[in-house]
């Protein structure tokens, strides 16, 4: 059992925003202090500094981190220990920069995409290979969604439309989780494959508000199944990789009541978090709150159980940030004061135990046999066995020499258990021939696979690489067909999609024109075309060698050959051969540099894509008013006026600074009409009119050109007696439900404008690439 504390580390995150606080690191024998200069931090234990196992100053690369931090994490699980590393710290402080990196540079990737790495190398020459399993869930507002469906028919849109994960407890009290989607893998590039498609995930699901920072926590997990040669027992662990919510408290941007009530949820679930590490810390706690909260719940077993666990705060220096950066280093002292209590999870394998019990009773009945027979028998001599052992030697070693010992059953049986011995010892050394002969025919088989493998591939990047040679737009469809790979369900929802009208390309040629807007889209296209240049490189490189080799080993086969020009070819084809290795291994490199920036354009897409929206709706918003109308007598119960022309009634007329609002189908109670702009503020009217249009109704007339000049808002309007209720009353809540009634809205109005289209994202993302 390894009893041990949490190990709490700090990265000072590099370029924080405006002026810096100043700070000094104070390095120990086994430990490290974080000193602000010139401020009194209270309580006054803290001004000796912040603890910490160690301080990754400014300039501490992504490679240190991963050594240093994770790999010891790492290489407990593959042991077959649990291990959880988790990152805390303020919005913007690089928490998802250390755990997941950046999708711009293959050199700037984080400890998840390192930790899949290196768990398949390590893996990669023993023999005995293990299952490993892969699960992505995201918490936000106290609710799991699974990262990794692939339930839902096309891909999702909102986090909504993910499925949702449940926590249940077993009679143990140990948490399970329902409904998430966990996938085994065999190779590095199929986890990687499932690590972009939940981020791929996690972008889309952003909201306008939260695009930059993440108000959600997400854990990645990875599970480990393994046996090793000689052991009968199945290790199996897992690890944890935890990119935490920012843990500020009050959001600054407090933009509408959706923010508000995401950090509402944020906060609290951080805050079951502090209180559950407060109850650790304190001995004297007997009752720890895990079940508060779904986080806590999941990170039991990572805070006090069975489980190597280390902490990464994130700090940000910026002035305006000490507050929140004090707090998480206090936060982080907390945690260093709790222990955990990790073991090997190891099983017996049910089916070795049932094999060795079984020679066990064998042994057992023979042994029984034996001394019923010979129980009679004398004790040989040491002289008695030693001449035995001789005999049965030359017995062994000639070919035609009887084993001569005194006709005597104990004797007899001696030399029969000797030669038993030689024909055991025999037998195994036979086994382990046999074992080596099969693996190298595996390995031969496995060279063979990887070479065609690899030709296939070299063939495959050609054909990209002439294809963007004739034609340099392609580039941007290869990335995405690479990208649709990912999820094949992508493609099916691309082409169910209908095409973006030209008022849509139009604005959207504006939008892209914008400064900035493109930079990223940009970067991503031309960081890919410089990989697949540098890829033709290589490739060529490998062709020339496969060429070369080809033409040496033809000359190798020629019979004529004096000894030194064979000893000459055979050494430049060694060369050839070296090189051809070389290449491979380079093409694999940008392989992997390649998939990993295509998952990042796919990303930066998503995100103009919602930038786009956003801004076409700003840009829309004089047609975009909600209108509402309540009734006066029962206000609670309030209503969405839908978008068509009444055909009965009379009809009041709202105008707005911006347009007539001529929506209303009224009968007979009194009602309050309000309009709100879409992010719910109210809307100032200048000018109401009520009017009929159904000249069957006497009563109505006499409303006909009733106005009022009252330039107020639209609370305080005179209400309108004798109008009536109203149809499909249904009262919106959140800003989405009213945006999604508002698509509807427009997709109502096709009577008067056929040609607009409701706009969809995916279909973006393809005129985008064309622009
Ligand atoms: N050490 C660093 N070096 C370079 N850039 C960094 C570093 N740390 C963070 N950044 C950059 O700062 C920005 C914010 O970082 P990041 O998204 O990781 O913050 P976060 O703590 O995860 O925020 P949130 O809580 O909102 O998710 C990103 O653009 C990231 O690339």
Redesign the pocket.
């Known amino acids: 059992m390894v009893h041990q504390s949490i190990k709490v580390y700090a990265?000072i995150?590099?370029?924080s925003p405006g002026k810096l606080e100043q700070y000094n690191i104070i390095t120990k024998k086994e430990y490290e202090n974080l000193i602000f200069s010139n401020i009194y931090v209270s309580p006054a234990t803290f001004n000796q500094g912040f603890r910490f196992h160690k301080i990754f100053d400014?300039n501490?690369s992504q490679p240190e981190i991963f050594e240093t931090l994770a790999k010891p994490v790492i290489c407990s699980v593959i042991e077959g220990f649990n291990g959880t590393i988790f990152?805390y710290?303020?919005?913007?402080?690089?928490?998802?920069?250390?755990i997941n990196g950046?999708s711009k540079e293959y050199s700037?990737r984080g400890i998840i995409p390192r930790s899949i790495q290196y768990i398949f190398d390590h893996y990669t020459n023993i023999p005995e290979k293990p299952t490993i399993y892969i699960s992505y869930m995201e918490i936000y507002n106290e609710i799991g969604y699974d990262l990794l469906s692939t339930k839902q028919q096309n891909v999702a849109k909102t986090l909504e439309e993910l499925p949702r994960v449940f926590v249940m407890e077993d009679k143990k009290g140990d948490a399970h989780l329902r409904n998430l989607s966990v996938y085994p893998v065999t190779t590095e590039e199929d986890a990687m494959r499932l690590l972009f498609m939940g981020d791929t995930n996690r972008t889309i699901a952003e909201t306008p508000y939260?695009e930059?920072?993440?108000?959600s926590h997400c854990i990645f997990t990875v599970y480990i199944t393994h046996r090793s040669n000689d052991s009968k027992n199945l290790r199996s662990s897992k690890l944890h990789l935890v990119?935490?919510?920012?843990s500020e408290r009050d959001y600054k941007n407090n933009c509408s009541g959706v923010v508000v009530h995401e950090a509402k949820f944020i906060n609290l679930s951080l805050y079951f978090l502090q209180q559950v590490i407060l109850a650790l810390s304190e001995s004297k706690r007997s009752h720890v709150p895990y079940r508060n909260s779904m986080l806590t719940h999941i990170l039991k077993d990572s805070l006090n159980g069975n489980c190597i666990t280390t902490m990464l705060a994130?700090l940000s220096l910026s002035k305006e940030n000490f507050q929140e950066t004090l707090s998480t280093c206090r936060f982080a002292q907390r945690v260093a004061l709790i222990t955990t209590n990790a073991v090997i999870n190891e099983i017996t394998d049910p089916e070795q135990e049932i094999g060795i019990l079984r020679m066990r009773i064998q042994e057992l009945e023979t042994q029984l046999s034996k001394s019923i027979t010979f129980s009679n028998t004398t004790i040989l001599s040491s002289q008695q066995k030693e001449n035995c052992q001789l005999e049965v030697n030359s017995f062994i070693n000639s070919d035609k020499k009887p084993i001569a010992v005194e006709p005597d059953m104990t004797q007899i049986q001696f030399c029969f258990s000797l030669l038993k011995k030689e024909l055991d010892k025999k037998r195994n050394e036979l086994t382990i021939m046999e074992n080596l002969v099969k693996k190298k025919k595996s390995e031969i088989g496995s060279l063979n696979a990887e070479m065609i493998k690899k030709n296939a591939e070299i063939d495959k990047l050609k054909n990209v690489i002439d294809r963007i040679a004739d034609n340099p737009v392609s580039l941007c469809a290869t990335s995405q067909i690479c990208i649709n790979s990912v999820d094949s369900s992508y493609q099916k929802s691309k082409d169910e999609l209908p095409l973006l009208n030209w008022q849509d390309q139009k604005s959207l040629e504006d939008f892209m024109s914008k400064p900035g807007i493109s930079d990223d889209l940009n970067f991503y296209k031309s960081a890919l075309q410089n990989k697949l240049k540098l890829a033709k490189i290589y490739a060529d490189t490998i062709e020339e060698c496969k060429r070369k080799i080809t033409f040496i080993r033809n000359k190798l086969d020629n019979k004529n050959k004096t000894e030194e020009e064979k000893q000459n070819l055979i050494k430049d084809l060694e060369e050839q051969q070296r090189l051809y290795k070389k290449g491979l291994v380079e093409m694999k490199q940008i392989q992997n540099e390649t998939n990993h920036l295509e998952a990042g354009l796919k990303q930066a897409e998503i995100r103009v894509v919602h930038k786009f929206q956003n801004w076409l709706e700003d840009k829309n918003l004089p047609n975009q008013i909600y209108s509402y109308l309540e009734e006066k007598t029962s206000p609670h119960n309030s209503v969405l006026k839908p978008a068509e022309k009444p055909n009965y009634g009379i009809v009041p007329t709202v105008v707005t600074k911006e347009k007539e609002h001529q929506n209303y189908a009224l009968k007979s109670k009194p009602v309050v009409v309000r309009l709100y702009d879409r992010k719910m503020q109210p809307v100032k009217i200048s000018k109401v009119s009520i009017q009929s249009n159904d000249n069957l109704s006497q009563n109505s007339k006499s409303f006909t050109n009733v106005s009022t000049d009252k330039s107020k808002n639209i609370d305080d309007l005179d209400y309108f007696e004798s109008i009536s209720s109203i149809k499909n009353v249904t009262k919106p809540n959140t800003i989405q439900e009213i945006i999604s009634q508002r698509v509807e809205k427009a997709s109502c109005k096709s009577d008067g404008d056929s040609s607009r289209e409701s706009i969809q994202p995916s279909k973006l993302s393809d005129t985008i690439k064309f622009l």
């Open positions: 990265r995150r590099r370029g400014k501490t990152a710290g303020q919005t913007g402080s690089g928490k998802t920069f250390t950046s700037q939260n930059y920072s993440s108000r990119d935490l919510a920012g994130t």
